[in-house]
Nanobody, 128 residues
């Protein structure tokens, strides 16, 4: 069982920055993927970024959606209890509810498309 809690959302003008946090607690896994998703009403959920943690040399490997690559950075604190999403050069189209998610990786080191654990979300609103 893993519990996730997001924070850091808010309202910002286009071009601004925000940092989202995701505090994780519960069962520690040696090989785990964590991810940020976002969703707006009427649109499909979009995977924003993923971060693999566990087996070398893939420990720390990050992946970004094309829509945010170069603007967003996913990271973790050293004890891997908190994940971050640093968002720069925000655009109005980044407005969404942002969720963090986590799942154990049983085989290999590739992050899944679906995740077992998800937080409640934090709203990000970018005005033009």
């Amino acid at each position: 069982q893993v519990l996730l809690a997001e924070s850091g959302g808010g309202s910002v003008q286009a071009g601004g920055s925000l940092r989202l946090s995701c505090a994780a607690s519960g069962d520690p896994y040696s090989s785990v993927c964590m991810a940020w998703f976002r969703q707006t009403p009427g649109k499909a959920r979009e995977m924003v970024a993923t971060l693999y943690s566990g087996i070398w040399p893939n420990d720390g490997r990050a992946f970004y959606a094309a829509s945010v690559k170069g603007r967003f950075t996913i990271s973790q604190n050293p004890d891997k209890t908190t994940m971050y999403l640093h968002m720069d050069s925000l655009k109005p189209e980044d407005t969404a509810m942002y969720y963090c998610a986590a799942d154990r990786v049983v085989t290999g080191t590739t992050c899944p498309a679906e995740y077992t654990y998800r937080g409640q979300g934090t709203q990000v609103t970018v005005s033009s």
